[in-house]
């Protein structure tokens, strides 16, 4: 490891292959040792008390000395992952034009249509180029629309890329398309960083959308683009526009279908045993049926069929519930993106309350995705209880202050029974002389090992095969001790080894769909290619 004496200053990409190996003498104190060097930030971040000040700190740490910063991620990657991504990366989103310092990542705005090469060429390592997260801002986290402050959701997504898979830091690309914000607060805000006015038309979007991803795989050929909170219709627009023509994918859609039906898939095993049901009988309930709510309902319902439920039988055991209750045929018009799950076997009037729904649709698992702070209420949780010996209970909206439920709160009302994952981190509890765990459903499990694999066998677009293939990784990846701890995810620490493991079974789905574009990786045994994919990863 080095430490930088001169980091170069453009736009948050270190020259860290130009950083010399052992300091010129006279340029460091004399006694500057690297490892203890790391102990000391790893002191200066936890002598701050706010956790906005910490992310700050980190902040500009990686920007000085990035190889120093990611080391005390991965050694302490429990205790840094809640600082650079979610809950605090919500609030520094949220304050990102006041707490501005340097420019880091790509901004693209409405006002370069029709001349967004250039804009991209002034990347300054286009070669390199890698992955790439893209937010409009629209919807950053459960926060609405932030407008250019969704920045700070690149980059922290890609912080995670780097020390959860290893990409090498100057592949990263941050990006915030700047289309305007609807967001009142900040167009009165002199600080706000954006231009300053309302969104603009969805026709004037598109024309942009479709200059912008021409040209971003014109400037940067091997790249592949994960689209990240963008507003609903627009995440399954584009998702749908882009992704047979580019590698791209939709985070919030299929990386939390698959992280769910991950933890789903460990937490039904539990469940299935206590109560006898058949794993793929279990009947899911979304309190949330946006982006994430149905990219989850679909990642489910095509586990099911693969199991040998009909896609119809697997359609019936999904609910979904938004701001007018259960989403139902008779209720009328609905968006696109909910028809497919509405149900036809139900026409009373509209079912509003989630103690009612509970009652009407028997579920054995239920997943907050609504940013309804506190919705699964005591009354709710015992409701699941009441039905099920082990009850699913995912409160999975972000940021913490969103989710739907606490983890004590989930623990006291199941009498410890709850089999229970939140979006953003909880700590664990006592109960009945135990230590109870609580996972993290978030998509931070899946999309450094998606990326990693895709990136690595080139492939030239992202297949549904390959988001399961993680998604099936991912759930096998506990181990025996994990198990009997009653974890539903494995330990983040170990992100390093399951991100390679995810990559190595994306590299054979992608292979299988042949949208691989790198031949020597077909040759490879699975150990082989294990080890190829290892020795591919950055360390700090
Ligand atoms: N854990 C993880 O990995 C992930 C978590 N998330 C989190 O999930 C949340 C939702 O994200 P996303 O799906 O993209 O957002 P959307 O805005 O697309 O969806 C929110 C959904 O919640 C519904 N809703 C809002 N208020 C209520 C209410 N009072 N009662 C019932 N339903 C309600 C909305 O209803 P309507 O359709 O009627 O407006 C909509 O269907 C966010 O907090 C996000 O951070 C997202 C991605 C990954
Ligand atoms: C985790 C994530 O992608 C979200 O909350 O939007
Ligand atoms: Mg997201």
């Known amino acids: 490891m080095t430490i930088l004496l001169t980091p170069y200053r453009s736009n948050g990409i270190q020259k860290l292959s130009q950083s010399p190996a052992t300091p010129k003498p006279g340029l460091t104190p004399p006694?500057?040792?690297?490892?203890?060097?790391?102990?000391?930030?790893?002191?200066?971040?936890?002598?701050?008390?706010?956790?906005?000040?910490?992310?700050?700190?980190?902040?500009?740490?990686?920007?000085?000395?990035?190889?120093?910063?990611?080391?005390?991620?991965?050694?302490?990657?429990?205790?840094?992952?809640?600082?650079?991504?979610?809950?605090?990366?919500?609030?520094?989103?949220l304050q990102f034009s006041h707490i501005y310092r340097r420019p880091e990542g790509l901004y693209v705005s409405i006002k370069d249509k029709g001349n967004i090469r250039s804009v991209l060429n002034n990347w300054p390592k286009l070669d390199e180029a890698r992955i790439s997260v893209v937010t409009d801002g629209s919807r950053i986290l459960g926060l609405g629309d932030l407008g250019v402050n969704g920045m700070g959701i690149s980059i922290g997504k890609l912080s995670l890329y780097i020390a959860g898979a290893g990409i090498r830091p100057e592949s990263t690309i941050p990006i915030c398309l700047d289309l305007g914000?609807?967001?009142?607060?900040?167009?009165?805000?002199?600080?706000?960083?954006?231009?300053?006015?309302?969104?603009?038309?969805d026709k004037e979007?598109?024309?942009?959308?479709?200059?912008f991803m021409h040209e971003m795989f014109r400037a940067f050929p091997k790249l592949m683009v994960q689209f990240e909170d963008f507003s609903t219709d627009n995440a399954f627009k584009y998702l749908d526009r882009f992704r047979n023509k580019y590698a791209v994918f939709n985070d919030d859609i299929q990386g939390t279908g698959a992280v769910i039906l991950s933890g789903f898939l460990n937490a039904a095993k539990i469940a299935s045993a206590a109560s006898g049901r058949p794993l793929t009988s279990h009947r899911i309930l979304f309190f949330g049926a946006g982006s994430a709510g149905v990219g989850v309902a679909m990642q489910l319902q095509s586990f099911f069929t693969l199991q040998g439920r009909s896609i119809e039988e697997a359609r019936r055991q999904i609910y979904l519930v938004d701001l007018e209750g259960l989403v139902?045929?008779?209720?009328?018009?609905?968006?696109?993106?909910?028809?497919?799950?509405?149900?036809?076997?139900?026409?009373?009037?509209?079912?509003?309350?989630?103690?009612?729904?509970?009652?009407?649709?028997?579920?054995?698992?239920?997943f907050g995705l609504s940013t309804v702070t506190g919705a699964f209420t005591p009354e709710v949780i015992r409701a699941m209880a009441a039905n099920n010996p082990r009850p699913i209970i995912f409160p999975l909206s972000n940021p913490v202050r969103l989710s739907e439920c606490s983890f004590a709160d989930a623990v006291e009302h199941t009498h410890g029974a709850v089999l229970f994952a939140s979006?953003?981190?909880?700590?664990?509890?006592?109960?009945?002389?135990?230590?109870?765990?609580?996972?993290?459903?978030?998509?931070?499990?899946?999309?450094?090992?998606?990326?990693?694999?895709?990136?690595?066998?080139r492939v030239s677009s992202v297949t549904d095969s390959m988001v399961e293939a993680s998604s099936l990784e991912?759930?096998?990846?506990?181990?025996?001790?994990?198990?009997?701890?009653?974890?539903?995810?494995?330990?983040?620490?170990?992100?390093?080894?399951?991100?390679?493991?995810?990559?190595?079974?994306?590299?054979?789905?992608?292979?299988?769909?042949?949208?691989?574009?790198?031949?020597?990786?077909?040759?490879?045994?699975?150990?082989?290619?294990?080890?190829?994919?290892h020795g591919k990863m950055w360390k700090p």
Do not use: W
């Open 423 to 457: 979006g953003s981190p909880f700590p664990q509890q006592q109960y009945g002389g135990r230590t109870l765990y609580p996972g993290q459903g978030n998509n931070m499990y899946i999309f450094p090992g998606l990326g990693l694999g895709a990136i690595l066998a």
């Open 205 to 211: 979007m598109e024309e942009f959308m479709d200059e």
């Open 474 to 533: 991912l759930a096998d990846s506990l181990t025996d001790e994990e198990r009997s701890l009653g974890l539903l995810y494995p330990k983040i620490e170990r992100i390093r080894e399951i991100s390679a493991d995810i990559a190595k079974a994306v590299i054979r789905a992608a292979q299988n769909a042949d949208v691989d574009r790198s031949n020597d990786l077909r040759k490879m045994s699975d150990s082989e290619l294990l080890r190829f994919i």
């Open 328 to 366: 139902y045929n008779a209720r009328g018009r609905l968006p696109e993106y909910k028809k497919y799950f509405s149900r036809d076997d139900y026409s009373g009037p509209p079912m509003t309350n989630l103690l009612d729904i509970i009652d009407y649709a028997k579920p054995t698992a239920l």
């Open 31 to 93: 006694a500057l040792n690297a490892s203890i060097h790391a102990q000391r930030c790893l002191k200066q971040l936890r002598s701050k008390d706010k956790s906005i000040e910490k992310y700050i700190y980190l902040s500009h740490l990686k920007n000085e000395d990035p190889s120093i910063f990611y080391k005390l991620c991965l050694e302490n990657m429990a205790e840094i992952t809640p600082i650079i991504y979610t809950p605090t990366v919500g609030d520094a989103c």
């Open 181 to 201: 914000t609807n967001n009142q607060k900040f167009l009165d805000d002199p600080f706000y960083l954006g231009n300053r006015h309302q969104r603009v038309s």
